[in-house]
């Protein structure tokens, strides 16, 4: 029989009977996947970083410390984040592991050293996942943190619980679009976001993605998780904010012609930056994995030319060394 969605919800726009859906239409090219590969294959991309990997690795990385009581944010590579404030510890799409693959021989290896591990970590209260993609949802770290953090409490997006559930992990609790939970005193809000879900060549959008906004203690703090852009997340802002910090991804958008509608480019992270009225941005979602075909190096580079453009500084939207840390 085929598969239909125990979530579907006729008034909710983004449900569908057999999985969910965005709201902006799809621009993706039929055998857009097949000829992406071929030409990627052809142009020998991704380029090596323009020093080198070892220098970009150099350039880019320091190990964490995330001793302490201070309130502040650290970027753990790619899209984890680790947030603390006022006692309460958060840590976004935790992947620590070698390979953004279900296999460990094969896929996107790391290109940047993975700044701490899970034993290294401080107690961890919540941990937000954005969607299921292999980048942002690694079995083995999640798995270390659900051993070590037994009573850290695991947000997902909607149909996601019943991977936690086979994989045994407890206090889960799933979230559609613009629902709220608390935890230790703080409102986690799941938010939209354009993008898509799968793990296998089956379960395509039978999961939904999305961001999270924190709201603790007066502080806002907004995961945008993957995402292309859209004038629709500026209802973010208005619902959610004001936002106190922000982690928006910048890398992984090239060729535009394939990736605009599920990758934002620095251009458009800035973009986003502005529509949903963050007071600072830390940029996510580069300089680990090599996903598509923008070089490593690009993104920052490129952040920085748009950030001119717009008139912002990188005070506003801030490059951090992987393992690198911001006070709140």
């Not at 460990?104 to 034993?119: L, W």
């Not at 996601?160 to 799933?174: H, P, T, Y």
């Not at 395509?204 to 997340?233: C, E, I, P």
Request: aromatic fraction near 10%; hydrophobic fraction near 40%; charged fraction near 25%.
């Amino acid at each position: 029989m085929p598969w239909t969605n125990p979530y579907f919800d006729r008034s909710k726009e983004h449900h569908t009977p057999e999985g969910f859906r965005n709201l902006e239409p799809e621009i993706r090219p039929p055998g857009g996947l097949k000829r992406w590969r071929k030409e990627r294959k052809e142009q020998q991309l991704p380029r090596p970083p323009e020093a080198g990997y070892e220098a970009f690795a150099r350039r880019w990385c320091q190990a964490a410390d995330v001793s302490g009581n201070q309130d502040a944010a650290w970027w753990l590579g790619h899209a984890t984040v680790l947030v603390r404030h006022q006692g309460l510890t958060v840590l976004t799409d935790p992947v620590l592991g070698q390979r953004a693959s279900p296999l460990s021989f094969a896929g996107p290896a790391r290109r940047t050293m993975t700044p701490v591990d899970v034993a290294g970590l401080p107690a961890i209260d919540v941990v937000v996942i954005s969607h299921n993609h292999y980048d942002h949802l690694d079995s083995a770290t999640v798995h270390a943190l659900a051993r070590r953090f037994p009573q850290a409490v695991f947000l997902v997006p909607l149909g996601l619980k019943r991977w936690f559930d086979k994989a045994g992990i407890g206090n889960v609790r799933e979230l559609d679009w613009w629902a709220s939970t608390e935890v230790r005193g703080a409102m986690f809000t799941f938010v939209p976001a354009r993008h898509w879900s799968a793990r296998t060549l089956w379960d395509r959008n039978r999961s939904l993605w999305g961001g999270w906004v924190m709201d603790h203690q007066g502080f806002r703090f907004w995961f945008a998780g993957d995402t292309g852009y859209s004038d629709k997340l500026a209802e973010i802002g208005r619902r959610a904010g004001p936002i106190d910090l922000a982690a928006i991804p910048i890398g992984a958008y090239a060729p535009r012609w394939f990736m605009q509608g599920q990758h934002v480019d620095p251009a458009q992270a800035v973009q986003l930056h502005r529509d949903v009225g963050c007071k600072r941005s830390i940029a996510i979602h580069w300089g680990v994995f090599e996903l598509a075909d923008d070089q490593l190096d690009e993104p920052p580079r490129l952040l920085g030319e748009a950030l001119a453009e717009a008139g912002l500084t990188e005070d506003d939207f801030m490059l951090l060394n992987i393992g690198g840390r911001i006070a709140l």
